[in-house]
């Protein structure tokens, strides 16, 4: 009968974690490396609501219309990108300036996301082949040891495992993150394209007039 500690080998396990964990980090820039890490405390996340996130500009859009642009420095807003636009909005910034922020704010983030599913996804790929190099040292373990009975085992059991190991890691825990953390960016895009028209609405509506000549 096969037990959970029949499927446990160290020695495979090191070489399959570990030749992924050093192909990742030779193939990946550190800061898209960090950027991956820090990306799966997201994974639990709900689904971003562009709709609470319209709410607030139109709360914002009150308060201007009321108090005037400059009252809405004094707001204490979380989102950082309608941060940024309202902030800009303040200095004076016209429409067609706020509209370019925005895109290129949001076009900054899908880049981000990209690159930390990106690293997900290769070491989805490196994983079955790590394994590979697991099952051929395990081989060469064993025709190396074939005048010991007793060693043949241990080989095996490397040889075998590296490529379930390989196979688990990929298909039940990188690729699945990269994903998820594909469908997280693709709905934050969507979402986040939402806020680019009325906050260039804000902007115009805001934005300060300049003075009439007068004609002498």
Request: charged residues 20%.
């Amino acid at each position: 009968m096969i037990t959970l500690a029949h499927l446990l080998d160290p020695a495979a396990l090191a070489i399959v974690g570990g030749g992924t964990i050093l192909g990742v980090a030779l193939r990946t820039p550190l800061r898209d490396l960090v950027r991956a890490i820090a990306a799966l405390k997201t994974l639990g996340r709900a689904r971003l609501d562009g709709d609470a996130l319209l709410q607030q500009i139109v709360a914002l859009g009150r308060i201007a219309q009321r108090h005037g642009a400059m009252a809405l420095d004094r707001t204490v807003i979380a989102d950082r990108d309608i941060a940024a636009s309202i902030a800009a909005i303040v200095d004076g910034a016209t429409a067609s300036d706020v509209a370019l922020l925005i895109r290129h704010r949001r076009h900054a983030r899908i880049e981000r996301h990209v690159a930390a599913a990106e690293v997900w996804a290769g070491a989805a790929e490196l994983a079955p082949a790590m394994g590979m190099v697991g099952t051929l040292i395990g081989l060469a373990q064993m025709f190396a040891t074939m005048s010991d009975p007793t060693a043949i085992g241990g080989a095996m059991a490397i040889a075998l495992l590296a490529t379930l190991y390989g196979a688990l890691l990929a298909n039940l825990v990188f690729m699945p993150i990269a994903n998820r953390l594909r469908a997280q960016g693709r709905n934050e895009a969507f979402e986040r394209a939402r806020i680019e028209a009325p906050l260039v609405a804000l902007a115009a509506r805001e934005a300060p007039r300049a003075p009439l000549m007068s004609v002498a």
